[in-house]
């Protein structure tokens, strides 16, 4: 049965977020249906609100770092039951068959991702809804299980955030002997300090912001560069192995390439809008590569939670209540957020 439920969102990127209705679809055998505790802000919501990329079907309810509690499974569901935490993060369904999908690369499923939100749902028609809302019903194979997080709000992060720099932290061999640098500590570059920290790399923040170079040791650097200071830029010129590049507003890149050592690469997954401007010998000086990475699979993404759980590692967070979330995206805006906003669902009434 279609069920009714409340949620966040807006009808236009010139309007703020407010509340409406919206329908989730009855449970199929394998779905799995969860009430919503907390859902992350990611700056992607901001940027889809936005209509950043003139790609946002309105109206939009935002939300894609979701931790919940299961109220009911389909009857084919097995690793689930009513009272488990769960978790839902970019991913909701891929056609599960194509090469993409039989790697665990659903985010590159050849007939087309679903995502948590603002892509075309399969079931009701119309657009996904995303998790700024009381319940989220989601296939089980596109699930995710909780590990034993002590602050499930500090957890929920994770599910876009960690995985996004999970991946390309592991694709690219991030470990001891490795020299890692975070470009950009927002929401995903703080997780990702601590994340390559776990791998065993040396790590680097690279940042604009003084306060955060004051903040970088306790994140897990072991050094910090303010990058608008040119002396502290060239003592790392062709020093860093991998640069995770998590800034999302335009920059320019050469900067950052001029850093690495040989062989190495900067992993775009910020997404300013605007392309770049890559120097010809920035890259062929090096063999230096500029590379990009989106998220990361659905069975890396379980991979990855038990990776931070065992590490202790969740999002440095600011829990807001529902009727706070245009405040907090106003503040994302501004980067005055340390590190990341967490909605509280249950205050949503
Ligand atoms: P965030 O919390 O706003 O952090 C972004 C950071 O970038 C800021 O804290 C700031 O760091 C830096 N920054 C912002 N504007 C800047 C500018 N004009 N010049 C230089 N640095 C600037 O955002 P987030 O949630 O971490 O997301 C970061 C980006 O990744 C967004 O574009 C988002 O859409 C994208 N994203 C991509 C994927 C993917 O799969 N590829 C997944 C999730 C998010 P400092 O203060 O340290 O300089
Ligand atoms: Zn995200
Ligand atoms: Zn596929």
Redesign the pocket.
Known sequence: MIKSVKAIGTDSSANPLHTFNIQRRGLLTDDVEMEILYCGI???DL?QVKDDFGATTFPVVPGHEIVGRVTAVGSDVTNFKVGDYAAVGCIVDSCGSCPACERDLQQFCENGTTLSFNTPDKHLGGMTYGGFAKTYVCKERYTLKMPDFADMAAAAPLL??GI?VYSPLKHWKAGAGKVVGVL??????HVAIRIARAMGAHVVVL???QA?IEDAQRLGAHEAVLTSDAEQMKKFAGKIDIIID??????DINAYLKLLAIDGTVVL????PEPFEVGAFNIVKGRRSFAG???GGIDETQEMLEFCAEHNITADIELVDADKVNEAFER?EK?D?K?RFVVDMSTLN
Do not use: E, F, M
């Open positions: 990611c700056h992607s940027h876009c955030a996004t950009g500590i927002g929401g995903l570059g940042t604009t912001s955060k998590t800034v999302s507003a335009k920059h997954v910020g997404l300013p990475s989106n998220i994302l980067g957020v590190y």
